[in-house]
């Protein structure tokens, strides 16, 4: 896996990891996964930064187009079960999709609890997932993939075992 696949990983899973409670076990593994990701490949954290401190520079001037475009994000959720009951229904996806666009549009109910030192930069990021309705190669998709595996955990403290997920 490259660097860049690597920190897209990250990303996507650092998404997951905040709207799966089940894979959640802290308040958030991003920082402890950055430590991990830098030991793994010299300069990730610095990379991570500059990335993010990129993004909130080129933010400075946007025109009334930028302002009021929504920007859609296709998704495949990823379902790896060992058991049928790991095997979440369509309508856990969905809600969980729910759950997901509420917090990035700033809709849910629970905005009144924002922390006081983020009230003020706290807003409607105009971005909203959907599921993928076609796959890389043009087949139609329910944006939904399921695969069974008789591996029966990927969670704890052990990175490179979350890793094996992937």
Known sequence: MTFNQTIRTFILAT??????????????????????????????????????????????????????????????????????????????????????????RRTSADTSETRRIFRDVAGDARIEFELAQVDPIGNPSSGIVRKQTVISSFGGGDYDLRDRVK
């Not at 475009?69 to 990823?78: A, P, S």
Request: charged share 20%; hydrophobic share 40%.
């Open 15 to 104: 998404i997951l990891w905040m709207y799966f409670p089940a894979l959640a076990q802290d308040p958030c593994g991003s920082p402890a996964y950055i430590d991990y990701l830098e030991a793994q490949f010299l300069g990730a954290k610095q990379a991570v930064t500059r990335t993010y401190m990129d993004a909130i520079s080129e933010g400075q001037a946007k025109s009334k187009f930028e302002i009021d475009t929504v920007y859609k994000i296709q998704v495949v959720f990823h379902i790896v079960y060992n058991s049928q009951i790991e095997n979440v229904s369509d309508d856990y996806v969905y809600s969980q999709l729910k759950i997901l666009n509420d917090c990035f």
